[in-house]
């Protein structure tokens, strides 16, 4: 099969209840299946963050029933556009309908991927990475106060020190329309994408993400392994991965774009 695909996620060592969610589908047959993957990480306390990060997968469950492999993959930038937009409006609905969940949110990045490319979008922190070649790059932008400042040349200690570092900028679930980024880039034989919640890159550094991608047989290996360091590592949050590899024929020349 060209695509082995798995998704893990763990409590943490520090919380009591999983806030954390994902899917990891595969519609149609190979080696024509497309893939469709996500990892949503909620915010707002245990019953809210819970909430709003399953609304959040609800919302692309239900975007994708009913659509065969060949149109998930045309339609795909459409399609996980869609799935957020009514993501952020059932989780605003049902916010306002109990008081309890007035300030649920959460952040989601997904991807829909078959062997002509792989389209992802994100809101939030919660990231996706390509590791190729021996190489890890981070291909979504996080949307949180942190990045915003380096990008703005901000000093480190600056940005440690500052009480707005762990502001989320752009999440499900706070304004009435969302603005979704949209990426797209091609397959290669061996490339492993992997979608993972901030208990895990938030502990891990590229480089340790890299090693185990590189180390691990499986896709399955890879994920536990993933989830395992970051516990390692204090475990301070829920820790979820989504890993997917290519094993097919190259599509084209690989490159990313937004």
């Not at 937009?85 to 990045?109: C, F, P, W, Y």
């Not at 996080?142 to 500052?162: F, G, Q, T, V």
């Not at 895990?200 to 991608?213: F, G, K, R």
Request: proline share 3%; with cysteine.
């Amino acid at each position: 099969m060209p695509f082995t695909a798995f998704g893990y996620s763990d409590t943490g060592r520090q919380r009591s209840a999983n806030e954390d969610q994902f899917i990891c589908l595969r519609l149609g047959d190979p080696p024509e299946a497309t893939h469709v993957v996500a990892v949503a990480d909620g915010m707002g306390g245990h019953a809210g963050g819970k909430v709003a990060s399953g609304l959040a997968i609800s919302a692309l469950e239900a975007q994708i029933a009913g659509v065969d492999a060949r149109s998930a993959k045309a339609d795909a930038r459409e399609m996980l556009s869609a799935a957020f937009q009514s993501a952020n409006r059932e989780i605003l609905r049902i916010a306002a309908a109990d008081h309890k969940l007035t300030d649920m949110g959460t952040t989601m990045v997904a991807a829909v991927i078959s062997e002509s490319g792989a389209v992802l979008a994100n809101l939030g922190d919660s990231r996706a990475y390509l590791a190729r070649s021996g190489l890890i790059g981070q291909i979504t932008v996080d949307h949180s106060w942190k990045e915003e400042a380096k990008r703005h040349n901000l000093p480190l200690d600056e940005i440690a020190m500052s009480p707005f570092r762990e502001t989320i900028t752009r999440s499900l679930g706070v304004d009435e329309s969302v603005r979704v980024d949209l990426f797209e880039l091609a397959m290669r034989p061996g490339d492993c994408i992997l979608l993972c919640s901030d208990g895990v890159h938030d502990l891990l550094s590229d480089t340790e993400i890299l090693a185990a991608i590189v180390a691990g047989k499986t896709p399955e290996g890879i994920g536990r392994r993933l989830v395992d360091l970051a516990n390692d590592a204090g475990g301070h949050d829920n820790s979820t991965c989504v890993l997917i590899r290519y094993d097919g024929s190259t599509t084209d020349d690989g490159g990313a774009q937004e």
